[in-house]
């Protein structure tokens, strides 16, 4: 009996003892959870969005006494200076956007208050890109959030290209590619369209470069021009040395060996410049084009540059008789007296395959360049 009362006492004992460790772990796994949640509570307290009353009417207020009342606090040249263009070409780019596109509207919020202004957005829109600040930037004068901010410049950029990009971003039309040629053959080169800047990037893409996809599809203006007494029929550009020998190029000469060389390499490069001061005027009224990036998508900054282009060339437009370099009555002049003409009867439809081939090859005939370039310095 003795023997029979020892298994039963153990096995007890077992249970005992295994039931007060699982007790105990179970109690020490319990504490451990707690603790950690408690912080993780702590060190991550749950974020709430902060309201911050900006009282966006007395911004609204100071924009307006600072540049649109009847006697406003700064002067017609401080508004040009700080918008990058006069009072009335920005008073009717804000109608155009107010009448438009409700974004621009001022509109009461769900508690009854009145929402932005047009002049507040579009004035937002416009110093982000004329001085390439931050959207922060703006939080005190104009009582915008960061937010906000950018949301009028993606607005804005977009609207800009809607209104006014047939308009102001539009190909050059006979009468335009006229008068590029007149300011070309005034200034010694004959034939002559403009100049490409030079970027590894346009020599990387130049094969689908849309520069000559006008002329491939027969679908650019026919020019003429004589040039040494040899007749050419296709436009070209001036370029720096990295440019392929083609028809439509004429490069500078590096080593010029005698005066004449000297000399068209000195014209070539002076008129050349032209296109890099363009892009310098560009830079220095909108510094956001030299600035970082205030967006990451490719569509949104593509956007924004077409959108400066835009407003430069409205500005240029509105601004011109100011300062323009150029006499129009030097233009005026007979047909037969001038050499670089545009053929009035140009094709607008489509080449088929073989003739733009044979307009490929034309491009890039190596030979002609040469000519070209050799009756050029004759010229000169």
Not at 22 to 46: I, R, S, Y
Not at 241 to 251: C, K, S
Not at 332 to 355: F, G, H, K
Request: charged share 30%; proline share 4%; aromatic share 12%.
């Amino acid at each position: 009996m003795a023997s029979s009362s020892r298994p039963s006492f153990s096995k007890m004992m077992d249970e005992y003892f295994d039931n007060t460790f699982d007790n105990a772990f179970d109690q020490a796994l319990d504490n451990q959870v707690n603790q950690h949640g408690d912080f993780e509570e702590a060190t991550n307290p749950k974020k709430t969005r902060v309201h911050i009353e900006r009282k966006r009417e007395e911004g609204d207020i100071r924009l307006w006494n600072d540049y649109f009342s009847k006697d406003p606090v700064y002067s017609s040249q401080t508004f040009r200076r700080c918008f990058r263009m006069n009072k009335g070409l920005f008073m009717r780019i804000v109608e155009r956007l107010s009448t438009e596109f409700t974004f621009f509207q001022q509109r009461r919020d769900a508690t009854g208050k009145f929402g932005f202004s047009t002049l507040q957005k579009t004035t937002a829109a416009i110093r982000m890109m004329a001085y390439g600040c931050p959207a922060d930037a703006l939080n005190e004068y104009l009582r915008l959030a960061p937010r906000t901010a950018l949301s009028c410049l993606e607005h804005f950029v977009e609207r800009i290209n809607d209104l006014f990009g047939d308009e102001y971003l539009r190909r050059p039309t006979p009468e335009d590619l006229q008068q590029l040629l007149d300011i070309g053959e005034l200034r010694g080169f004959p034939g002559m369209i403009g100049s490409i800047d030079c970027t590894l990037n346009d020599i990387n893409v130049l094969d689908r470069s849309p520069v000559f996809d006008d002329i491939l599809h027969g679908q650019a203006p026919k020019v003429k021009y004589s040039v040494n007494s040899h007749e050419y029929r296709m436009a070209y550009y001036l370029t720096d040395g990295i440019y392929p020998e083609w028809a439509t190029f004429v490069q500078s000469i590096p080593l010029p060996q005698d005066q004449k060389a000297s000399l068209f390499a000195q014209h070539q490069e002076f008129v050349r410049k032209d296109v890099e001061r363009a892009f310098g005027v560009l830079q220095a009224r909108f510094a956001i084009v030299r600035n970082r990036a205030l967006f990451w998508d490719k569509a949104k900054i593509g956007k924004i540059m077409r959108a400066c282009i835009i407003l430069h060339n409205m500005i240029v437009e509105d601004e011109r008789d100011g300062y323009t370099q150029f006499n129009v009555l030097e233009f005026a002049q007979e047909q037969s007296n001038r050499t670089s003409q545009v053929d009035a009867t140009y094709s607008v439809e489509p080449s088929n395959l073989t003739e733009m081939m044979i307009t490929q090859n034309d491009i890039r005939d190596r030979k002609r360049h040469r000519r070209l370039k050799a009756d050029l310095v004759e010229n000169i």
